[in-house]
């Protein structure tokens, strides 16, 4: 059989900001309690941005930690791709600012906004170039400061989110083709524009020249995440030609702890095979599955060869799911 050329996961990397809100910290000042979070979520806290702390400054540490596990410099990378939606400016990319800070070479660097999903589909166009050999070290980073976003008014959203970034380092590798290469292994990508007045942010450059507050029909995106998600899933391993139940662990989205074990649920994966970090940092957006990940590689769970499940939904609505041998 012909040899394919792969991408691969070499190393991941996480970082999250100092300071720590947690639920009675919100019931402070918004009509919410500690109980009703951890009940309807899973949430025990997040963490929060200082004031002049952008994102370009999140998805910097996650990303040095994830070169340096992979034994790579700065000087090594060629691609650079930010899943963010809280850039630091309208233009340039927030990548384009990464790039700067950690000072790689003139290469390719650009955001990608598909909002939760946006660390899914990010990985899917990093594959497009470094699987056709057109890059040969990629840095992919989910960082999204939500709390930016947020109607400190609106209790129905505010208590769910929190800030963060997550890295991989994405490398070529040959394969055999077959569904025991390394890499990225399989996709699902999905959007359903005409679901949007369900999860969207009420500003923007081209309309009323505002960041505006993120705006949620909350048991809608709920009921949506649990069915679309699961059939994503299926198509994402049919991609890849493996069994769902043969992953090793699965790293959804940290949303909502009701929605990640309902999507294990419907599709018949094994509650111990499921990473689950959103009750220390809530609904990170791009950046909860390498967060996830990075997670569950530092405290061993993860190991070379293991089969990873990746899903998220998010704005768009968009959803999607991809597999990955490490
Ligand atoms: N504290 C106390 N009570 C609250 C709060 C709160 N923080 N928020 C809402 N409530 C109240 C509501 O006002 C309502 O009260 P009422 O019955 O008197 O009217 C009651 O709780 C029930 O409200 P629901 O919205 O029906 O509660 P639900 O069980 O659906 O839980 C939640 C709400 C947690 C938002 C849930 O719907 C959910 O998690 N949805 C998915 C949201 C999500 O994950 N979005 C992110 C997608 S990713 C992205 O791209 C951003």
Known sequence: MPKVLRSVVTAVGGYLPEQVVSNDDLAKFVDTSDEWIR??????????????????????????VALERAGKTPDDVDLIIVATTTPDLTFPATAAIVQRKLGCP????????????????????????VARGRSKCALVIGADAMTRLMDWNDRGTCVLFGDGAGAVVVEPMEGEGTADDRGLIGFALRCDGTKQDLLYVDGGASTDGRIGHLRMQGNQVFRHAVVNISEAINSAAADAGIDVAAVDWFIPHQANLRILQGVAHRCGIDEDKVVTTVMHHANTSAASIPLAMN?????????????????????????GACVVRL
Do not use: N
């Not at 660097?109 to 660390?119: H, L, N, P, T």
């Not at 993860?302 to 959803?319: C, D, F, R, S, V």
């Open 39 to 64: 009940e309807r979520t899973g949430i025990q806290q997040r963490h929060k941005v200082r004031d002049d702390e952008p994102v370009s400054d999140l998805a910097v540490a996650a990303a040095r």
């Open 106 to 129: 003139v290469g390719i660097a650009f955001d990608v906004q598909a909002v939760c999903s946006g660390f899914v589909y990010a990985l899917s166009v990093a594959d497009g170039f």
């Open 295 to 319: 997670a569950a590689v530092e405290d061993g769970r993860i190991q070379p060869g293991h089969l990873l499940l990746l899903e998220a939904m998010g704005g768009g609505l968009t959803w």
